[in-house]
């Protein structure tokens, strides 16, 4: 029903009584959903904090990296995709995100 804003607060009281890798996620994914691209990236970042399988990792890097370079900080977000393509060299979502990563960070650089 896109009640993003009830959805938030209902999984903030969760994250109050028990965090989960999840509930964090679900917070980052209801931010970007929101076009909150800074808001996702605190809950995201929180993600790091637990043990994740190498597929959970990957998955979570490129929404992490993804809401970074919506925020506007291509460098966080060129790093966690190096990471990614450190672990996993031929994963081409990352290969192609960073490729639009750099592209953006061209497009908005100033021109000296």
Do not use: C
Request: charged share 30%.
């Amino acid at each position: 029903e896109k009640q993003f804003h009830r959805a938030a607060e209902v999984m903030l009281s969760s994250v109050e009584v028990y965090p989960t890798l999840q509930a964090y996620r679900t917070l980052g994914d209801i931010m970007m959903h929101m076009s909150r691209p800074d808001s996702a990236v605190t809950y995201y970042e929180k993600m790091l904090d637990f043990q994740q399988s190498t597929n959970e990792r990957l998955s979570n890097d490129m929404v992490l990296s993804y809401a970074y370079a919506r925020a506007g900080d291509y460098q966080k977000a060129k790093a966690t995709l190096a990471e990614i393509l450190k672990a996993a060299p031929n994963f081409e979502p990352a290969k192609r995100l960073l490729q639009d990563v750099e592209a953006l960070e061209k497009e908005t650089t100033p021109k000296k």
